[in-house]
T-cell receptor
Framework: GAGVSQTPSNKVTEKGKYVELRCDPISGHTALYWYRQSLGQGPEFLIY????????DSGLPNDRFFAVRPEGSVSTLKIQRTERGDSAVYLCASRLFFGSGTQLSVL | AQRVTQPEKLLSVFKGAPVELKCNYSYSGSPELFWYVQYSRQRLQLLLRHISRESIKGFTADLNKGETSFHLKKPFAQEEDSAMYYCALSRNYGGSQGNLIFGKGTKLSVKP
């Protein structure tokens, strides 16, 4: 595709549930980043993939958060046992280019 | 610690007035600096990067290593410039571009 695609655009879930957020990067880009943006804040780094491997996962807040990129293109961010504090916009970037984000709301 | 500071949450100017959006950074090394813009209900868009030394939509930004600043400037603001602006720096991983560290953003409002 022409740009970074993220699905779903909105996700509402209940506390304690598991969610998966998908990112489809720009074709051919090996670098892929996940960020989280809370209200009134700039995006905060979560994890960086170079190809299939996570080159830097130092931004993941705890072990409930996990991300994969098995074939070096599409990536999935997985959040287990969601908490209300996980509510935010989750952004994916392909090099310097961002997707529209997934607005996650945990009730 | 690596940090980007945008001291103004909101900047309001009249159309045709000059604009300066401030950005200061803290980084031990040679960072790469960027400005991103987010128009209402749109995604984050790359506006400028310091290594390109270009002018986009009339905006320019100069890296001042002595003052550790990368302020964004435009001589004559337009109403369509109203948006959120984020300053960001990138760490390097042995020559590869690393993740971005963002400031909290400045909301620019250009009044008619």
């Amino acid at each position: 595709g022409a740009g970074v695609s993220q699905t779903p655009s909105n996700k509402v879930t209940e506390k304690g549930k598991y969610v998966e957020l998908r990112c489809d990067p720009i074709s051919g880009h090996t670098a892929l980043y996940w960020y989280r943006q809370s209200l009134g804040q700039g995006p905060e780094f979560l994890i960086y993939f170079q190809g299939t491997g996570a080159a830097d996962d130092s931004g993941l807040p705890n072990d409930r958060f996990f991300a994969v990129r098995p074939e070096g293109s599409v990536s999935t961010l997985k959040i287990q046992r969601t908490e209300r504090g996980d509510s935010a916009v989750y952004l994916c970037a392909s090099r310097l280019f961002f997707g529209s984000g997934t607005q996650l709301s945990v009730l | 610690a690596q940090r980007v500071t945008q001291p103004e949450k909101l900047l309001s100017v009249f159309k045709g007035a000059p604009v300066e959006l401030k950005c200061n950074y803290s980084y031990s090394g040679s960072p790469e600096l960027f400005w991103y813009v987010q128009y209402s209900r749109q995604r984050l868009q790359l506006l400028l990067r310091h290594i390109s030394r270009e002018s986009i939509k009339g905006f320019t930004a100069d890296l001042n290593k002595g003052e550790t600043s990368f302020h964004l400037k435009k001589p004559f603001a337009q109403e369509e410039d109203s948006a959120m602006y984020y300053c960001a720096l990138s760490r390097n991983y042995g020559g590869s571009q690393g993740n971005l560290i963002f400031g909290k953003g400045t909301k620019l409002s250009v009044k008619p």
